[in-house]
């Protein structure tokens, strides 16, 4: 079975963030930001990384820099692509201001890369046999659509792939109704009837039944027991809306 983990803040930099401890293993940097430390004032208070939310630009433009100097890059190397729910796969060293994707791959080229979410599921993937990792942004299209085996595609042997998989909605805070929930019969665990025509809709475990599905071994797999539920912590769209978002970064260290 996946692992769980309870993720603690570290300070790094001028900003609380929650290290994921496996990927230093593998000569990987990585961490989540959650919402406080940031300029931005109400209601994206106060960390917010997305630029598509209608918050002052240059509020998010500080609140980069401050991601950057944690992990520890120049802001121009701090790579973040348009997201658009979809499944395209965009190489660090070959972004632009323009790009757009859900994930985002490094071959060890010394960037750091980051997906935004907000209640979507963030993930990791760390190739323990070369340098090569990225991180996705997963909401129920993307998953229905195959981001996840995209961005597999990345790696030579899905085997050797580490995961982790960060905060997001939790299956009991997440309804949907049937044009959703119909993509997701066949996953088990993943639906939970609430009564009426809707259901429940874990997202976690629909990520996870694809990673195994597709050649990742369960061993691998590392879930964050944190969510987005109530947006207290973590940016929540379904909580807040409108909200700011939080980022999974990542950045080779040791190639």
């Known amino acids: 079975m996946p692992n769980e983990v309870t993720l603690s803040p570290e300070v790094l930099g001028s900003l609380s963030v929650y290290p994921i401890e496996f990927a230093r293993h593998f000569g990987v940097s990585a961490f989540v930001t959650d919402r406080f430390g940031g300029v931005s004032a109400s209601p994206y208070e106060s960390l917010n990384l997305g630029d598509h939310v209608d918050d002052d630009p240059e509020h998010v433009k500080e609140n980069r820099r401050l991601v950057a100097q944690a992990i520890n890059v120049d802001p121009s190397r701090l790579v973040i692509v348009h997201q658009t729910h979809g499944t395209d796969v965009v190489a660090a060293n070959e972004a632009t201001p323009d790009s757009a994707g859900d994930v985002i791959v490094d071959f060890g080229d010394e960037f750091a890369i980051a997906v935004l979410v907000a209640d979507c599921v963030p993930l990791l993937l760390v190739d323990e046999d070369s340098p090569t990792l990225a991180v996705v942004h997963a909401g129920w299209r993307g998953l229905q659509s195959g981001v996840i085996v995209n961005a597999l595609r990345n790696f030579d042997h899905p085997a050797s792939a580490h995961v982790f998989i960060g905060p997001c909605i939790s299956g009991e805070a997440y309804q949907v109704g049937p044009e959703v929930a119909n993509y997701f019969t066949t ?35 590392v ?29 080779r260290v040791i190639a």
Request: hydrophobic share 35%.
């Open 187 to 221: 996953v088990a665990g993943a639906l939970t009837p609430d009564g009426t025509d809707r259901s429940r809709l874990d997202l976690r475990q629909v990520a996870i039944s694809q990673l195994l599905d597709h050649g990742v071994i369960d061993g691998h797999i």
């Open 223 to 251: 879930v964050s027991r944190q969510t987005t539920d109530g947006g207290e912590t973590f940016f929540s769209d379904r909580a807040q809306r409108p909200c700011g978002r939080f980022g999974l970064v990542a950045k």
